[in-house]
């Protein structure tokens, strides 16, 4: 059955709507119906719609955060909202930025008007809709910490809410958006940036690379080039090869099982937290238990990143998700800990 459009004036619908290239993982799957939102005011009349509250709502941006184990039976709804409202003092940089931007031209436009804070973010696939909820973040840095407040539609209350700092709940890749699941709608996220900030260089070999581009007073721009450089070294391209990034969430184990752990695999990496726990690494134990460059069809582990669950070209969402799980039972026998997908797996 072909996907039918209809044009409703500030959103789209689509119906029996293909999603294989709405994920970054490009598997073939079909929503019920999907409904494209170029304004954030038609949301309430949007939602009133018999077709759209008999069934789940599932928000999506760019799909790089999910895997369709199945079909979705019933509405993905599709930011596509676009501007950046600037209040500026010459010290901080207050930014009101719509759902449907793409993250990584944000982050550059940040970089281009000379504000900080966000040069370890760039290259993140995703929209800015979509960063709160998951609280993405890469190399030392996570976005909650330059978000003021998150305004949304609230599926319960009927009605836009902003909800500030405190309020989002933000924790490791986590946040009171992704604890539940369907209630809120984003549809704008407020930043606090600075223009200047130390920046953040010790991780994941970025003063490194820095030395081998030869920069030794480096700005934000320079970092943000950096870090450019070691993902694409990395990383798989997701417009080369399907995946949606790091597909495992590195596990956070009590100190004194990570002293064990440590104790019997050396190499093992590892980070203490800020609340004395110990942060492992999801790579390392993938990688120690054999299994990186693994594959089963066309389903497989990346050989560059052992983070990153791979579709070769025609694997199904649920070949994938066979996969992902007999990952998390290798580690889980091998290690004893027990690993979490960061994206969200639908139809499982």
Same mark, same amino acid.
């Given at each position: 059955m072909a996907a039918e459009r209809i044009d409703m004036g500030g959103y789209t619908l689509i119906e029996n709507a293909p999603l294989a290239r709405r994920n970054t993982l490009r598997v073939a799957a079909k929503a019920r119906l999907l409904a494209e939102i170029r304004d954030a005011s038609k949301l309430p009349e949007l939602l009133d719609f018999p077709a759209v509250k008999q069934g789940p709502l599932l928000v999506l941006g760019e799909g790089s955060n999910v895997l369709f184990a199945g079909d979705f039976d019933g509405t993905v709804l599709a930011m596509a909202t676009q501007g950046v409202q600037v209040e500026d003092d010459g010290r901080i940089v207050r930014l009101a930025v719509a759902a449907g931007e793409r993250w990584d031209d944000f982050v550059r436009w940040t970089l281009g008007q000379g504000i900080a804070g966000l040069e370890n973010l760039i290259l993140i696939p995703g929209t800015v809709g979509a960063a709160p909820i998951q609280n993405i973040g #890469?190399?030392?840095?996570?976005? !909650?910490?330059?978000?003021?407040? +998150?305004?949304?539609?609230? $599926? &319960?209350?009927?009605?836009? +809410? $902003?909800?500030?700092?405190?309020a989002c709940a933000f924790g490791y890749r986590d946040s009171l958006f992704k604890r539940e699941p369907g209630r809120y709608v984003v549809t704008a996220v407020r930043f606090a940036l600075p223009r200047t900030r130390e920046l953040r260089l010790d991780y994941a070999g970025i003063r490194e690379e820095l030395a081998r581009m030869g920069v030794d007073k480096p !700005?934000?721009?320079?970092? !943000?080039? !950096?870090?450019?450089?070691?993902? $694409?070294? @990395?990383?798989?391209?997701? #417009?080369?090869?399907?995946?949606?990034?790091?597909?495992?969430?590195?596990?956070?184990? =009590? #100190?004194?099982?990570?002293? #064990?752990? @440590? &104790?019997?695999?050396?190499?093992?990496?590892?980070?203490? $937290?800020? =609340?004395? &726990?110990?942060k492992l690494s999801a790579a390392w134990l993938i990688e120690a238990a054999g299994l990186k460059g693994y594959r089963e069809g066309d389903a497989g582990i990346s050989s560059r990143h052992a983070l990153v669950l791979v579709n070769h070209g025609q694997a199904t969402g649920r070949e994938l998700w066979a996969l992902a799980s007999q990952v998390i039972a290798s580690v889980e026998a091998t290690f004893g800990v027990k690993l979490e997908p960061e994206p969200l797996v639908i139809g499982a």
């Amino acid at each position: 059955m072909a996907a039918e459009r209809i044009d409703m004036g500030g959103y789209t619908l689509i119906e029996n709507a293909p999603l294989a290239r709405r994920n970054t993982l490009r598997v073939a799957a079909k929503a019920r119906l999907l409904a494209e939102i170029r304004d954030a005011s038609k949301l309430p009349e949007l939602l009133d719609f018999p077709a759209v509250k008999q069934g789940p709502l599932l928000v999506l941006g760019e799909g790089s955060n999910v895997l369709f184990a199945g079909d979705f039976d019933g509405t993905v709804l599709a930011m596509a909202t676009q501007g950046v409202q600037v209040e500026d003092d010459g010290r901080i940089v207050r930014l009101a930025v719509a759902a449907g931007e793409r993250w990584d031209d944000f982050v550059r436009w940040t970089l281009g008007q000379g504000i900080a804070g966000l040069e370890n973010l760039i290259l993140i696939p995703g929209t800015v809709g979509a960063a709160p909820i998951q609280n993405i973040g #890469a190399y030392g840095t996570e976005v !909650a910490e330059f978000i003021d407040s +998150v305004e949304a539609w609230d $599926t &319960r209350e009927r009605q836009v +809410v $902003t909800l500030d700092h405190g309020a989002c709940a933000f924790g490791y890749r986590d946040s009171l958006f992704k604890r539940e699941p369907g209630r809120y709608v984003v549809t704008a996220v407020r930043f606090a940036l600075p223009r200047t900030r130390e920046l953040r260089l010790d991780y994941a070999g970025i003063r490194e690379e820095l030395a081998r581009m030869g920069v030794d007073k480096p !700005a934000p721009f320079h970092v !943000a080039e !950096a870090i450019i450089h070691l993902r $694409t070294r @990395k990383l798989p391209d997701p #417009a080369v090869i399907g995946n949606a990034g790091s597909f495992f969430k590195n596990p956070i184990v =009590d #100190a004194a099982t990570g002293e #064990a752990l @440590k &104790r019997e695999h050396p190499e093992l990496v590892a980070w203490p $937290t800020a =609340d004395g &726990r110990c942060k492992l690494s999801a790579a390392w134990l993938i990688e120690a238990a054999g299994l990186k460059g693994y594959r089963e069809g066309d389903a497989g582990i990346s050989s560059r990143h052992a983070l990153v669950l791979v579709n070769h070209g025609q694997a199904t969402g649920r070949e994938l998700w066979a996969l992902a799980s007999q990952v998390i039972a290798s580690v889980e026998a091998t290690f004893g800990v027990k690993l979490e997908p960061e994206p969200l797996v639908i139809g499982a």
